[in-house]
C-alpha cells in the first residue's frame, strides 16, 4: 500500500489515459457503456421476457438491466485486463514502479463508468419501483466488495496472460456459458426446484452473489441476506489476497516476457 502511495500519480495518468484511449474518437463517448446494456437488456428482454417465459417479476427489463450491467463490469473488467501488462510492455521495461498499478487502472476505468451507469439505472428503478429505502446505504460497501473482487481476478489473469497467451481467448470462451448460468436473467428458483442445482447456481457461482446484492438494494429497495452480504466481503477479500500473491509471485521476470 504504501508503494501505491509514493506512485500515486502514475496511478492517475495510467487512470486518464485508460479513459482517453477508450473513448477517444467516439462520438458518444462513455454513452455507449450505457447503450450497449439497453440494447442487449431490448433483445434479451423480447427472448427472456416475451418469447421464452423464464421468470415472472415486475417491471422485468429493469430486474435484467441491473444484472446485465453488474456482468458488464466484471467482465469487461477481466477481458481489459488481460492484455494491459503486454499493452504497457514499454513503460514497464523503462522504469520500475509497482506492476499492480497497470490492471488496477483498467478496473478503476471500467468501475468508474460502471458507477456512472449504475448511478443512471438506479434513479430509474427507484423512480419507477420506489425503492429509495434504508437498504441504499449498503449499496458502497457491495461496490467496494466488488471493486476488491474484480480487481483480484484482474491481477491473477493479466499476469497469467503475459506468460500464458492463451488466457484471454480462454477466458473469453468461458465467460460466455458463465453469462447464461448467471442468474441475470431469473433467479435460481424461476427455473428449477432442485435444491442442488439452485445452491450451485446461487453459490458456487462466485458472481451470483454479487448480482443478488446489488439487485436486492436497487430493484427490491431490501437489506440482502447475512449470508450473501457475508459471501461478497469473504470473496472480495480471498479475490484480492490470491490475485495479489499470483501476481507478485509472477511478476519478476515481466520486464523481460512483455
Not at 455507449?32 to 446494456?37: A, C, G, R
Not at 429505502?133 to 467496494?144: E, R, Y
Not at 509471485?249 to 520486464?255: I, V, Y
Amino acid at each position: 500500500m504504501g508503494e501505491l502511495l509514493r506512485y500515486r500519480y502514475l496511478f492517475e495518468q495510467l487512470v486518464r489515459r485508460e479513459l482517453r484511449q477508450k473513448y477517444q474518437g467516439s462520438v458518444l463517448g462513455i454513452a455507449w457503456y450505457f447503450v450497449n446494456p439497453l440494447v442487449l437488456m431490448g433483445a434479451y428482454y423480447l427472448m427472456f421476457g416475451v418469447v421464452f417465459t423464464l421468470a415472472e417479476h415486475d417491471d422485468y427489463p429493469l430486474f435484467l438491466m441491473v444484472g446485465l450491467v453488474v456482468w458488464m463490469f466484471f467482465s469487461q473488467a477481466l477481458l481489459s485486463s488481460a492484455p494491459a501488462l503486454l499493452d504497457q510492455g514499454a513503460l514497464i521495461r523503462k522504469a520500475p514502479f509497482p506492476r499492480e498499478t497497470i490492471p488496477g487502472a483498467v478496473v478503476t476505468v471500467q468501475m468508474v463508468t460502471f458507477t456512472i451507469v449504475l448511478a443512471l439505472v438506479g434513479v430509474v428503478t427507484i423512480a419507477v419501483r420506489g425503492t429509495l429505502d434504508p437498504a441504499i446505504l449498503l449499496l458502497p460497501v457491495i461496490l467496494v466488495a466488488l471493486y476488491a473482487f474484480v480487481l483480484g481476478l484482474a491481477l491473477a489473469v493479466s499476469v497469467l496472460h503475459t506468460y500464458f497467451r492463451d488466457v484471454a481467448p480462454i477466458l473469453s470462451a468461458v465467460l460466455l456459458p458463465w453469462f447464461f448460468l448467471s442468474p441475470i436473467f431469473f433467479e435460481p428458483e424461476d427455473i428449477t426446484d432442485q435444491a442442488a442445482a439452485k445452491f450451485a447456481m446461487a453459490w458456487v457461482n462466485p458472481v451470483a452473489p454479487f448480482i443478488e446484492a446489488v439487485r436486492d438494494v436497487l430493484y427490491d429497495g431490501t437489506v440482502p441476506s447475512a449470508a450473501v452480504l457475508l459471501y461478497v466481503l469473504v470473496a472480495a477479500t480471498l479475490a484480492l489476497l490470491i490475485g495479489r500473491a499470483i501476481f507478485r509471485g509472477m511478476q519478476r521476470e515481466l520486464a523481460v516476457i512483455v
